[in-house]
Nanobody, 124 residues
Framework: QVQLVESGGGLVQAGGSLRLSCAAS????????VGWFRQAPGKEREFVAAISWSGGSTYYADSVKGRFTISRNNAKNTVALQMNSLKPDDAAVYYCAVTVRATVSRQRYDYNYWGQGTQVTVSS
C-alpha cells in the first residue's frame, strides 16, 4: 500500500504561481512512477504530468508544458508540481497518483494509488 497526501492548493490570480506537494508513505515510493492529474467540475480527470522513479524522465500534457514542472525527492518521499503562469482553465482539484507499471502512463486507469486531492482556484 502507498498512502498519498497532497498539499499546497489555494486561490491565486491568473498569471500567478502555486507549488503542490505530494507526500507518500508505505511501500517503496522511490520505485514507482508518480503522476499528477486534475479534475474540473463536470469534466473527466485528466493527466497533467508524470515523473519516473529516478526523476530522470518527466512527461507533461501539452496544455501545461512550459508552465508546470514536476520533480521528486525520494529521500523525503515527496513529489512536487510547480505551476507558473496559471490560467483560469487550470482551476481543478489536483491529485497525486502512483502506478506500479514499469513504464509511464497518461491514463488514470493505470494508476493504483491516489491521494484525496487539493483544490486549485485561479481567478481571472
Amino acid at each position: 500500500q502507498v498512502q498519498l497526501v497532497e498539499s499546497g492548493g489555494g486561490l491565486v490570480q491568473a498569471g500567478g504561481s502555486l507549488r503542490l506537494s505530494c507526500a507518500a508513505s508505505g511501500r517503496t515510493f522511490s520505485s514507482y512512477f508518480v503522476g499528477w492529474f486534475r479534475q474540473a467540475p463536470g469534466k473527466e480527470r485528466e493527466f497533467v504530468a508524470a515523473i519516473s522513479w529516478s526523476g530522470g524522465s518527466t512527461y507533461y500534457a501539452d496544455s501545461v508544458k512550459g508552465r508546470f514542472t514536476i520533480s521528486r525527492n525520494n529521500a523525503k518521499n515527496t513529489v512536487a508540481l510547480q505551476m507558473n503562469s496559471l490560467k483560469p482553465d487550470d482551476a481543478a482539484v489536483y491529485y497525486c497518483a502512483v502506478t506500479v507499471r514499469a513504464t509511464v502512463s497518461r491514463q488514470r486507469y493505470d494508476y493504483n494509488y491516489w491521494g484525496q486531492g487539493t483544490q486549485v482556484t485561479v481567478s481571472s
